[in-house]
């Protein structure tokens, strides 16, 4: 068993942030960090790390906490997806988020995974990103020249594996207002398992209902376009009115022009599309039916 | 090439190793430590083979840097059960014809445990979410959930 | 003058059996091996065409209370005979005979390729031996083989049935 030899071969584990940005001195673009490794060592062994020195933070155990204050929920970056999915503020306030969480990977690497890694390594599959767009949550950062920034989630992710964080920019903490009516959302993702699975396609809904009237409708889709993306016109058709089956329907084909899906090993464009009409449909049926605890 | 010194804390012994910024806890396990009932089925997490108990919680040694468990407890399954003194899923394995070619069995104890460990009695569903990580290519997955099953009826009577 | 080959007529034979209980007056080409007539002309496709050699034990019926490989029988060689297959274990009313019982209570089957011949194979050692010992049982299937289970799930099944 041959370790990954390509990229540089020196280690630092931090303790606190400002270790971090101290470490990083002299290795300025030239650092790798890494949380749960459950996507760095793949690509290490890909040969896809080059970098010189491997920052730990998976011991920055002020960056692990979720809490509940002043209307939002604060995730603290490295959170496992684990802790994610089992927290019962994140259960309440946030159902549709401890769900996907849920249905990341496998027991065993949810234990190790982070929700800041999850979105820093931006796959369009990214199983956090479509709860937490249709949260709308916001990326807390900090960098080591200046002070840090808040990220809207719907500008953090550029293209496949790319972000809006700059050169040794750490995702601190993510935040999301907590919703009217937390139940009135859902979660669906499609895989070619029931575990274990890269999604072939993944969709969050959160509503605010007024009565049979839809106020504000936030819809989020994964592996159908290059990031993880917003269905601003299904969001519109839904907004201002009552949301029934026509408009249902209408909405689950509205989606397909706003995808962009390719084909992979894991199934054709034309799946896509077809699979994301119907997926909608149900997601906005069960996003309906919630009912607050 | 830089090497570091680690201390683990195996199944109960500390130990120290020389390694390197990239090495895993699999090979750190398998190679410096001699603990070769931790699998390396596939490498990259996907099989959970090489699945430990690591600070409490259950995780892919192959997908852990060797660093981070520096100063950590580790549990294998050796630290689990031993010939003399088998655990309750050790002999459930053995009793429902959970183990085939045996490859997967070790992982499969791990997470059924850590699943034991913070859920006494599970439901069937929540044994098959719980070894989800946890590949086998030989006995069609029935024989373990019902041996795990049965550790749990066991345990309860 | 005419070219290719043109088949030859085969003057097809008259055969008479009891198949699970019903008899059958059928047709057949004399070199017709058992378990072709048994899966072609009758249907019966619980009996498994695994190898074809004689090896595997897929293809295992009870020929009047004796175990015979179908892909090495002519149907001809068996005419007038009392045969029962896989789906003659079970009763009329669809339930199973004990020994298809164990065979899922113990987990025994997975793909269950060899599960008619393994079944008929432990059926017919329990009708001459019923309490048998495991190794009478591994010593009676040895002609059965399994791809998937590592046997042991199958001989406990097996066991489970022996009084």
Redesign the interface.
Known sequence: ?R???M?????L?VKSLDEVFKGLKGFEGRAKF?A???NV??D??AGAVSQEL?V?I?DLKDLGHISEEKGAVSIGALTTI?EVSSSRIIQKQGPILSSAAGLL?????R??ATVGGNLADASPAADMAPPLLAMEALLLTERPAGKGRKIPIDQFFLSPNKTALEKDEIITRITFPIPKDPSKGSHVKLGLR???AISVVSISVMLEMEDKVCMKARVALGSVAPKPIRAYHVEERLEGGEVGQDVIQECSDIVRGEISPISDIRASAEYRKRVSSVLLKRTIQEALKGEKK | ??T?VIEVKLNGEWKKAEV?????L??VL??KFGAKEVK?GC????C?AC?VILEG????A????A??A?GKEVETLKGIGTPENPHPLQVSFVEYGAVQCGFCTAGQII?AKTLLDNNSTPGRNEIR??????LCRCTGYTKIINAIEGAVLEAKS | MATGRRRKEVRKQALNVKVNGEKHELLIEPNALLINVLRDELALTGTKYGCGIGQCGGCTVLVNGEPVLGCLTLAVAVDGADILTIEGLSKPDRSLDPVQEAFLDHSAIQCGFCTPGMVMMGKDLLNKNPAPSEQEIREHTRGNICRCTGYTSIVRAIKSCSK
């Open positions: 068993m370790s990954s030899l990229g540089g071969d020196k280690y584990t890494v749960g490794g459950t060592i793949p290490m062994r491997l730990d998976s684990a990977g496998n027991p065993l690497t234990n190790r029931n575990a274990m | 090439m830089k570091y390197t910024a990239r090495q895993t699999l090979e398998r190679n390396n490498t990259k997490g996907d959970g699945a919680k259950a995780v892919n192959c997908l852990t840097l660093l981070q520096n997470s979410k719980a070894v989800s990580g946890n």
